[in-house]
């Protein structure tokens, strides 16, 4: 069975900081993997995905996100944090093959204060 | 395109009673998938259909079932409320084939309030 392990479950950066926001998964191949994004009172937004196309994927709001096979990991990066990136992040993964694992699988989430 | 729209947005019910949430996906989308978040347990699924078939189901008690539409409209429907459904319920859609790596986009979600 496919799972994912979010570390940390709040991360504080300062304004113009490096954000880095970690995620391991756990899966048999290969899977899918995306990360998410959640506004308080709102839905998730997609913030990118990986389908083996590309091992660094970027995505919207200058995030990006480097998929290691090695490390089973896919963590998300940005160079410069913004006020308005405060939010709550999901890691998710999908699995390729199997009925059951078509489903998507979330981290626990990670909350990103950034402070001014 | 309008992106997934879930009514009501807001809900209170009493335990014992059941409740029905509404979803309509992205015009095209075939897929919807149903989740649950609580501060507790995170985000968990629900279940999922494509094509008004039922094609995965998470580890939920069968108070919890839903349903699609021929026009992939769908609605999950609670019965028998419990003080720990509380929680903000959420949509999502996709193009749905099985196995592609369609990623799912999200409604703003139904928050139930069980008292």
């Known amino acids: 069975a496919q799972s994912v392990t979010q570390l940390g479950s709040h991360v504080s950066v300062s304004e113009g900081a490096l954000v880095l926001l970690r995620c391991n998964y756990s899966s048999s191949v290969p899977p899918y993997l995306f990360w998410y994004v959640q506004y308080p009172n709102q839905g998730l937004q997609l913030l990118l995905k990986y389908t083996s196309a590309a091992t660094l994927v970027k995505g919207i709001n200058g995030f990006e996100a480097e998929f290691k096979k090695s490390e089973t990991s896919f963590h998300l990066t940005k160079p410069s944090a913004h006020m308005s990136d405060a939010a709550e992040y999901f890691c998710?993964?999908?699995?390729?093959?199997?009925?059951?694992?078509?489903?998507?699988?979330f981290g626990k989430g990670t909350l990103l204060t950034v402070n001014p | 395109k309008a992106g997934v729209t879930q009514t009501p947005r807001y809900l209170i019910k009493t335990r014992g009673q059941q409740v029905t949430l509404s979803c309509s996906p992205i015009?095209?989308?075939?897929?919807v998938s149903w989740y649950q978040q609580t501060p507790g347990q995170g985000l968990q699924f629900l279940f999922e259909y494509f094509s008004e078939t039922q094609r995965n189901k998470g580890n939920f008690p069968g108070r919890f079932s839903g349903r699609q539409f021929s026009n992939s409209r769908s609605e999950m429907n609670v019965s028998t409320l419990e003080l720990g459904d509380s929680a903000l319920y959420l949509c999502?859609?996709?193009?749905?084939?099985?196995?592609?790596?369609?990623?799912?986009?999200f409604g703003p979600g139904t928050r139930l309030t069980v008292t």
């Open positions: 998710a993964v999908r699995g390729r093959s199997g009925g059951s694992n078509y489903k998507l699988t």
């Open positions: 015009s095209g989308h075939r897929s």
């Open positions: 999502a859609s996709s193009l749905g084939a099985a196995g592609g790596s369609y990623e799912q986009y």
